[in-house]
Structures are given as structure tokens and as C-alpha cells.
């Protein structure tokens, strides 16, 4: 079973726009994390908020999280062709969960 | 950088039949997952390591996978007899240890087609 429920399920936008993808999961965490996944390959990490913290940057990426509402979301700005693959939260509390994934292409 | 290893990378089996994947986690790495993604969908943890000790099989159906872990490095995966439904991508994922925020680092995983 998958805890988390991504939105949207597939967003396609044109290079340099900012790219917004949500996560919402159903139970604590102690974390949660935002994957990268190519067609076809294994993921990638690419960023972690713990449950106490709000909002992290890294790069290009800014993750939020709203533990209230059991709710994180992932913008990326100026968004790249490379950008276009499969984004999965992951939650950590007693198991681990991955969502159901954004499917992001971006246009050149 | 070190990775993580798997193979074979692609698996083709007639139904009835034993399959077997392997996974080399990165050194030092005390917990060791494996997981199956269908396509399409996020990865499902089958089971979860800890050095050569099970954490969570909770969602590992027991009556034809098993995993093993015997000298606490690499790994094992076997399914027996497969299935139809078992046609999906199985992804090893490693980290330094559980139970604090680490990220998973992962393999490029074997794609497994039953016949």
C-alpha cells in the first residue's frame, strides 16, 4: 500500500517556467523526502525536510511541509528540459511509503 | 561515487518458474531495502534490512518471495514460483542506517517480465 497521493498526476510545461507538484500523506512522520525518477531507471534523492521544519531549499528546489495539514509540495524554478522525469515523495515514520508520483515534462 | 549494484538487469521467465536478484548495497551501508515498482506507480517496500536482520516484511507475500541478507552485505531476492503479476521493476535501495533521516541511495534495478 502507498501512503502518499500525488498532485498533479502528469504537469507538462515549457523550459524556464516553475514546475509545482504536491504530496499528501495520511499519517505522522518523522520525515519526508522528494525522489527524482528517469524513464525507466532507479531514483535519485533529492531533498529531505524533517517533520520540524517547514521549508528547505536546495538549488533550484524549495520543498515545504505542512504537518497540519499532512501536506508537502516540491516547485522547481526555471525548470529544464533534464527536469522532465517521475517525482515520488517518500514519508518516514514507522514504514516508509513512496506516493504514486508526478509525471513532469518539460518542453524545450 | 559508490552505487549500488543489482543484476541481472533484465529478467524474461515463463510463470511456475524460480527467479533470483541480486544487490550489492554501498559499503558500510547498514540497511538495505528492496522494493517492487509497477509501472506507472511509486516503489512498494517488500522488506527492509538491518544488517543481516529482517526490520519489515510486512508487505512481502511471504508464500513465494524471500529475501536474505546472511553476512549482513548483499542481498538476495527470490521469487518461487512467479507469477504473472509479478512482471515489474525491482529497485535495491541502501543507506547508512535506520531510524534517523537518512536518504536511500538506489540501485538501477531489474525489470522482470513473466511470461
Known amino acids: 500500500s502507498q501512503q502518499g497521493e500525488e498532485d498533479p498526476q502528469a504537469l507538462s510545461i515549457q523550459e524556464g517556467e516553475n514546475a509545482t507538484m504536491n504530496c499528501s500523506y495520511k499519517?505522522?512522520?518523522?520525515?519526508l523526502q522528494w525522489y527524482r525518477q528517469n524513464s525507466g531507471r532507479g531514483l535519485v534523492h533529492l531533498i529531505l525536510?524533517?517533520?520540524?521544519?517547514r521549508e528547505k531549499h536546495s538549488g533550484r528546489l524549495r520543498v515545504t511541509l505542512d504537518t497540519s495539514k499532512k501536506s508537502s509540495s516540491l516547485l522547481i524554478t526555471a525548470s529544464r528540459a533534464a527536469d522532465t522525469a517521475s517525482y515520488f515523495c517518500?514519508?518516514?515514520?514507522?514504514?516508509?511509503?513512496f506516493g504514486t508520483g508526478t509525471s513532469l515534462t518539460v518542453i524545450p | 561515487e559508490a552505487e549500488v549494484a543489482q543484476s541481472p538487469r533484465y529478467k524474461i521467465t515463463e510463470k511456475s518458474q524460480a527467479v533470483a536478484f541480486w544487490c550489492d548495497p554501498i559499503?558500510?551501508?547498514?540497511?538495505l531495502y528492496w522494493y517492487r515498482q509497477i509501472l506507472g506507480q511509486g516503489p512498494e517496500l517488500l522488506v527492509q534490512?538491518?544488517?543481516?536482520?529482517?526490520?519489515?516484511d510486512s508487505q512481502l507475500p511471504k508464500d513465494r518471495f524471500s529475501a536474505e541478507r546472511l553476512k549482513g552485505v548483499d542481498s538476495t531476492l527470490k521469487i518461487q514460483p512467479a507469477e504473472l503479476g509479478d512482471s515489474a521493476m525491482y529497485l535495491c535501495?541502501?543507506?547508512?542506517?535506520?531510524?534517523?533521516?537518512?536518504?536511500?541511495?538506489f540501485g538501477p534495478g531489474t525489470r522482470l517480465t513473466v511470461t
Open positions: 517518500a514519508t518516514e515514520g514507522n514504514q516508509f511509503y
Open positions: 525536510i524533517r517533520s520540524n521544519e
Open positions: 499519517t505522522s512522520i518523522n520525515n
Open positions: 534490512f538491518q544488517d543481516e536482520s529482517v526490520v519489515d
Open positions: 535501495a541502501s543507506s547508512p542506517r535506520t531510524g534517523v533521516a537518512y536518504e536511500q541511495y
Open positions: 559499503s558500510g551501508h547498514a540497511t
